[in-house]
């Protein structure tokens, strides 16, 4: 039997390894996985670059002003004040107080800053705002994340992908299908698919950007009509979460899934504290707020020895982690150093 002070050193060995896991930081992501990962709990500024969400129908900032586009100017200055404004064919306006000035290829959003500076010289603090009241070009409106999005003059008749030539195309984020609102009095859109709502007097339809792109003449590319409204919101996101190098959302981008590989690769490979063979996706249960629990062996994935899983947008991914690992790993980084005194005590 060991003496007494043999089991002492033991003891201590032990002690210093409890405390030393106690020590370890806690898991990446830890306590998320029962969060909403798409909850923003304080509003952003806009940056440089977004466009200002404004009611449907309303000018958004950037639209880029025309001749014979016709103006309603909102402003404390009194001769200014509710009266209507034509812009001539050289792209200039004449306005009380300040004579002609030339307003044809500024933004709505550039005038008002302009206008703003001009009266100062009369009035303290002048305000200005703009409304367009007459189009020189039937408007349709790109929202969301094209390249350029904005307010388009339809001159002609002009196909969708010959106006998504013109606003640059997609972001790199965008969604992999985008959106057409009609009003009613121009009909309702020429597609098998389209819905029609009599209550809002408009109908929509959604496009796939691989049938619209990809094919020669796709039956997608309809001609478009005043005051249609096309968007396509950012991509849909998945998110991982627990032992990886990277937790947080990544885009599908124009992919309908991804794999359970994918994903983790994306996330930069897991920890050595993960613990591979219970790993979880929770995935959304539609028409509820709950989430299904899928359990997966990533260990026997990685062998090849079970196919791997697609995860779908909103999925979240957890890998925990494995603390018997980490208990054994700091028990010998604290005894391995004492071995030889141990070995010593043994020989006494």
Do not use: C
């Not at 389209?194 to 209550?199: C, K, L, T």
């Amino acid at each position: 039997m060991f003496p007494i002070r043999h089991w002492q050193f033991l003891a201590t060995i032990l002690f210093s390894a409890t405390l030393a896991l106690q020590a370890q930081p806690p898991a990446p992501g830890a306590g998320q996985a029962g969060q909403n990962p798409t909850a923003n709990p304080q509003a952003q500024p806009l940056g440089a670059g977004q466009t200002r969400e404004l009611p449907p129908g309303a000018i958004r900032p950037n639209y880029v002003l025309r001749p014979n586009d016709q103006f309603l100017m909102r402003t404390n200055v009194e001769e200014l004040n509710e009266k209507p404004f034509r812009i001539d064919a050289d792209g200039n306006v004449n306005l009380p107080l300040l004579s002609r000035v030339h307003v044809g290829g500024m933004t709505v959003e550039e005038l008002e800053t302009d206008l703003v500076k001009r009266l100062r010289d009369f009035y303290n603090a002048p305000q200005v705002i703009i409304n367009i009241t007459q189009f020189s070009s039937e408007p349709v409106f790109f929202i969301g994340a094209f390249r350029a999005p904005g307010i388009y003059g339809l001159q002609g008749a002009r196909t969708l992908l010959e106006m998504l030539i013109q606003v640059g195309g997609f972001q790199p984020n965008a969604a992999r299908h985008l959106k057409i609102t009609r009003r009613a009095e121009y009909g309702p859109i020429p597609l098998p698919n389209a819905i029609e709502d009599p209550a809002k007097k408009i109908s929509t339809v959604e496009i796939s950007r691989g049938s619209l792109t990809e094919n020669v003449n796709p039956a997608e590319d309809i001609l478009l009509q005043p005051y249609d409204q096309i968007s396509v919101e950012r991509a849909e996101e998945l998110y991982v979460t627990g032992e990886v190098a990277k937790t947080g959302p990544f885009e599908l981008g124009d992919r309908e899934s991804i794999s359970i590989a994918q994903a983790i690769t994306m996330a930069g490979g897991m920890s050595r504290d993960a613990l591979r063979s219970k790993v979880t996706i929770l995935r959304p249960v539609m028409n509820t707020s709950r989430r299904a629990a899928i359990h997966v062996d990533v260990k026997r994935i990685f062998e090849g020895k079970d196919n791997d899983v697609p995860l779908l947008p909103n999925d979240i991914l957890v890998v925990p982690r494995s603390y018997s690992g980490v208990f054994w790993r700091t028990f010998a980084s604290v005894a391995i150093p004492m071995l030889p005194y141990a070995i010593f005590l043994a020989t006494q």
